[in-house]
């Protein structure tokens, strides 16, 4: 065995390559392979820089801009790599993104040259972030995957999705998990008046895999390449929780009414991002990951709660069956096995989106509920 430590095929953050699973399975296994990742020539690592760049660029959004920045109005000329652009500011009249050297800057324009004091907009206390612009096509069709398990409450979770169900205009997919002694037919009449599905899939109940078990059903169903179609993906959560329910269902309640009461807003984000869903959790990269199972995804975050949208083109470019871990925690991690969190946008974020901020709050401490972190 090698230093590999990606659980799955796909996009390689330590050697920034796609790996293939045969591309994979010699990383994890032959130490030649490895080592040419390793040291930068590698399969994959020696196409030209210009078109390793612009790969690289399409990974992430691109980072925010502020309000009150302008056009480029030159370059720095102080010696730095790259001669960094320099903005026109509304506040400081001259911006730049980041502080390469103290002091003031010399700005080359066609008609001058001169010194200039500038605003750093990574640190600026003014900063206010504008809406990036958009890099994905506009979302037209919009389609729910569900999973239901019947337990106390569970009508409630539902009625609490059919107040919006106006919004999805594609197809409406749930999956009903019973246990044997379940009356199935009962619980998919009440599905079917309350939610007017277009599909319902029954399936026995796994208490170890959960929701985990319906997930690649479910997906499946609607899942496409096509670049203007969207699916939230929602389950009834709350309805088992030992402990907090209360923090529990004002949680589950948080979710939709951001995701859904705020359809709109999640349909501009998902402009500019593969997913978007709320309390975005990062931890440090190489610590033992959160999940109770342990449970290590592709990438060190997770949208907590498994409430969340995603584009179809983007998750149909990377998904793989396998991608779906065996592991009750799987839909919650199936994100993270796809994208870095860059490619996720949290509607509703009680703490600072950074590994800096780990560990987070309890997302089931009703507590947290008492502020609005709409984002």
Same mark, same amino acid.
């Given at each position: 065995?090698?230093?590999?430590?990606?659980?799955?095929?796909?996009?390689?953050? +330590?050697?920034?390559?796609?790996?293939?699973?045969?591309?994979?399975?010699?990383?994890?296994?032959?130490?030649?392979?490895?080592?040419?990742?390793?040291?930068?020539?590698?399969? %994959?690592?020696?196409?030209?820089?210009?078109?390793?760049?612009?790969?690289?660029?399409?990974?992430?959004?691109?980072?925010?801009?502020?309000?009150?920045?302008? *056009? @480029?109005?030159?370059?720095?000329?102080?010696?730095?790599?790259?001669?960094?652009?320099?903005?026109?500011?509304? @506040?400081?009249?001259?911006?730049?993104?980041?502080?390469?050297?103290?002091?003031? @800057?010399?700005?080359?324009? *066609?008609?001058?040259?001169?010194? =200039?004091?500038?605003?750093?907009?990574?640190?600026?206390?003014?900063?206010?972030?504008?809406?990036?612009?958009?890099?994905?096509?506009?979302?037209? $069709?919009?389609?729910?995957?569900?999973?239901?398990?019947?337990?106390?409450?569970?009508?409630?979770?539902?009625?609490? /999705?059919?107040?919006?169900?106006?919004?999805?205009?594609?197809?409406?997919? =749930?999956?009903?998990?019973?246990?044997?002694?379940?009356?199935?037919?009962?619980? #998919?009449?009440?599905?079917?008046?309350?939610?007017?599905?277009?599909?319902?899939?029954?399936?026995?109940?796994?208490?170890?895999?959960?929701?985990?078990?319906?997930?690649?059903?479910?997906?499946?169903?609607?899942?496409?390449?096509?670049?203007?179609?969207?699916?939230?993906?929602?389950?009834?959560?709350?309805?088992?929780?030992?402990?907090? $329910? $209360?923090?529990?269902?004002?949680? #589950?309640? =948080?979710? $939709?009414?951001?995701?859904?009461?705020?359809? %709109?807003?999640?349909?501009?984000?998902?402009?500019?991002?593969?997913? =978007?869903?709320?309390?975005?959790?990062?931890?440090?990269?190489?610590?033992?990951?959160?999940?109770?199972?342990?449970?290590?995804?592709?990438?060190?975050?997770?949208?907590?709660?498994?409430?969340?949208?995603? +584009?179809?083109? +983007?998750?149909?470019?990377?998904?793989?069956?396998?991608? /779906?871990?065996?592991?009750?925690?799987?839909?919650?991690?199936?994100?993270?096995?796809?994208?870095?969190?860059?490619?996720?946008?949290?509607?509703?974020?009680?703490?600072?989106?950074?590994?800096?901020?780990?560990?987070?709050?309890?997302?089931?401490?009703?507590?947290?509920?008492?502020?609005?972190?709409? +984002?």
């Amino acid at each position: 065995m090698t230093g590999c430590d990606c659980p799955l095929a796909g996009y390689c953050e +330590r050697h920034r390559v796609d790996k293939t699973p045969h591309l994979h399975r010699l990383c994890q296994t032959n130490q030649r392979y490895y080592a040419a990742w390793e040291e930068g020539r590698g399969i %994959g690592q020696r196409m030209p820089k210009a078109e390793r760049e612009f790969r690289e660029s399409r990974r992430q959004p691109p980072p925010p801009v502020c309000v009150h920045r302008g *056009e @480029v109005v030159g370059k720095a000329s102080c010696g730095c790599a790259g001669s960094p652009d320099v903005y026109a500011c509304s @506040v400081h009249t001259y911006a730049m993104e980041r502080k390469l050297k103290p002091g003031g @800057v010399k700005v080359a324009t *066609e008609a001058e040259k001169k010194y =200039v004091d500038v605003g750093y907009c990574s640190d600026c206390e003014h900063f206010e972030q504008a809406t990036a612009p958009a890099i994905y096509s506009a979302i037209e $069709t919009r389609n729910l995957i569900y999973h239901v398990y019947p337990a106390p409450g569970w009508l409630d979770a539902v009625r609490e /999705i059919a107040e919006h169900r106006s919004i999805f205009n594609g197809r409406v997919v =749930v999956a009903i998990a019973v246990d044997a002694e379940m009356h199935a037919d009962a619980t #998919r009449d009440q599905v079917q008046a309350t939610l007017q599905p277009d599909q319902i899939i029954i399936a026995p109940n796994d208490p170890m895999l959960r929701e985990a078990a319906t997930f690649r059903s479910l997906l499946e169903s609607i899942l496409s390449d096509c670049p203007t179609e969207a699916t939230f993906y929602s389950h009834v959560k709350g309805i088992t929780t030992a402990g907090s $329910t $209360t923090g529990a269902m004002r949680w #589950r309640r =948080v979710m $939709t009414d951001n995701l859904l009461g705020r359809s %709109g807003d999640a349909m501009e984000h998902l402009q500019r991002f593969a997913f =978007v869903g709320t309390h975005k959790m990062i931890w440090p990269a190489g610590q033992a990951s959160p999940f109770p199972t342990r449970l290590t995804p592709a990438y060190p975050w997770m949208h907590a709660g498994t409430f969340w949208w995603f +584009r179809h083109n +983007r998750v149909a470019a990377k998904y793989r069956p396998e991608t /779906i871990a065996a592991d009750r925690y799987g839909v919650e991690a199936f994100p993270a096995q796809l994208f870095p969190h860059g490619m996720a946008y949290s509607m509703w974020q009680p703490w600072e989106e950074s590994e800096a901020a780990w560990p987070q709050s309890n997302p089931y401490d009703p507590a947290l509920y008492a502020t609005n972190f709409s +984002r």
